[in-house]
């Protein structure tokens, strides 16, 4: 599995391009559990097609790993990524 | 290009389709060459199912998937020609078997005479070898494929910089100190709001921050450390996380002094 790694605090964005026919049913998943719109998740089709799941304001506990689960009466498939939330760099003071 | 042979084959359609054979059916040539038309050869072409790097390839609409493979996306392969019967076909019409279910092939054909073999027709559509009522219910379908998730970071959206303080005054005033009051502007942005307090000698166009450490959190402040005598004005800037902003309205100009003529404020 891939992994990425970004600051706590910041915004993490998972794109993720899906193909299929009938048009696939998209869900997100964190740790193998669904994850619902929020106020911190904001799940959307973004304007090139790319299925695409944004954490805002990452904390240390939306380290784990992600995953966009598709399928249509045809299969189903899915693409995974694991987070890790760092702690923020040292401001210099 | 032999000479007096047939022309190509025309029209070739495939018929019947089902999980092991096709039939192929075509048309005789428009010319024979000068000969009659011996028979004909019937060749099949496998449609590869190659794996693509990137999705974004048009698909196309007549390859139909059994396995969910990933990746798959169905295109003419390159693979060669391959003879169908070893003999010449007297009539324009063939069953192609031993085909492997859920493969999908294209054909064409040739006419052969006595003096030789003509150019191939044109080639067929594609044909799925499967069952009519799958194929129909899996027209132009294809199972889902997902590509690498992509993850980018991003900065939270700038924060917005606090307007300037509203209604500021001075409150009290001695030989020892000065105090101002002010109200809160109207757009503060998402957080807390704190303050810097500026002065400047009247007559001078130089103003000084006060409290050049430490923003104050409460719309008051006290200033102690003016010089008897000596006039001043005062003014208060916003601050937050995303910067300082544009400063308040001055006050009058306030002498220091025991005897203080304290301005009312503007708009009173």
């Known amino acids: 599995?891939?992994?990425?790694?970004?600051?706590?605090?910041?915004?993490?964005?998972?794109?993720?391009?899906?193909?299929?026919?009938?048009?696939p049913e998209i869900i997100?998943?964190?740790?193998?559990?669904?994850?619902e719109a929020g106020r911190r998740h904001l799940l959307f089709e973004d304007?090139?097609?790319?299925?695409?799941?944004?954490?805002?304001?990452?904390?240390?506990?939306?380290?784990?790993?992600?995953?966009?689960?598709?399928?249509?009466?045809?299969?189903?498939?899915?693409?995974?990524?694991?987070?890790?939330?760092?702690?923020?760099?040292?401001?210099?003071r | 290009e032999v000479e007096g042979a047939p022309g190509a084959p025309l029209d070739v359609k495939c018929q019947d389709a089902n999980k092991d054979y096709v039939i192929v059916t075509w048309k005789q040539p428009a010319v024979d060459g000068g000969s009659s038309i011996l028979g004909y050869f019937v060749d099949r072409q496998t449609q590869e199912q190659i794996s693509l790097m990137y999705p974004h390839?048009?698909?196309?609409?007549?390859?139909?998937?059994?396995?969910?493979?990933?990746?798959?996306?169905?295109?003419?392969?390159?693979?060669?020609?391959?003879?169908?019967?070893?003999?010449?076909?007297?009539?324009?019409?063939?069953p192609v078997t031993g085909l492997v279910e859920g493969r999908s092939y294209t054909f064409r054909v040739r006419a052969v005479n006595k003096s030789g073999m003509s150019r191939p027709s044109r080639v067929s559509e594609v044909v799925a070898a499967m069952d009519p009522a799958d194929r129909a219910r899996m027209r132009g379908t294809s199972a889902p494929w997902t590509g690498q998730i992509i993850v980018t970071e991003e900065e939270p959206a700038e924060?917005?910089?606090?307007?300037?303080?509203?209604?500021?005054?001075?409150?009290?005033?001695?030989?020892?100190?000065?105090?101002?009051?002010?109200?809160?502007?109207?757009?503060?942005?998402?957080?807390?709001?704190?303050?810097?307090?500026?002065?400047?000698?009247?007559?001078?166009?130089?103003?000084?921050?006060?409290?050049?450490?430490?923003?104050?959190?409460?719309?008051?402040?006290?200033?102690?450390?003016?010089?008897?005598?000596?006039?001043?004005?005062?003014?208060v800037r916003c601050c937050n996380s995303a910067g300082v902003g544009e400063p308040s309205e001055a006050t009058e100009a306030t002498t220091v002094g025991d005897k203080l003529d304290i301005p009312s404020a503007p708009g009173r």
């Open chain 2, 159 to 235: 924060g917005v910089v606090p307007g300037k303080p509203k209604e500021l005054e001075v409150t009290e005033a001695t030989k020892n100190y000065v105090v101002l009051s002010w109200k809160p502007p109207g757009e503060r942005g998402h957080e807390g709001i704190m303050y810097y307090v500026e002065k400047c000698v009247s007559g001078t166009d130089s103003w000084q921050r006060v409290n050049t450490e430490i923003p104050v959190k409460s719309p008051r402040f006290a200033l102690f450390d003016l010089a008897e005598g000596k006039a001043y004005s005062f003014r």
């Open chain 1, 1 to 23: 599995v891939k992994k990425f790694a970004v600051s706590e605090g910041k915004h993490a964005k998972f794109r993720c391009f899906v193909t299929g026919k009938p048009k």
């Open chain 1, 47 to 92: 304007r090139e097609g790319y299925y695409t799941l944004k954490v805002m304001y990452c904390k240390h506990q939306d380290t784990g790993l992600y995953v966009c689960a598709a399928s249509n009466a045809l299969g189903h498939t899915l693409s995974s990524v694991y987070l890790t939330v760092k702690a923020p760099a040292v401001r210099f």
């Open chain 1, 28 to 35: 997100w998943k964190k740790d193998g559990a669904p994850l």
């Open chain 2, 57 to 94: 390839t048009a698909i196309n609409s007549s390859c139909i998937f059994l396995t969910n493979r990933p990746n798959s996306v169905c295109e003419v392969g390159t693979t060669h020609w391959s003879q169908c019967n070893d003999t010449p076909i007297k009539f324009a019409r063939f």
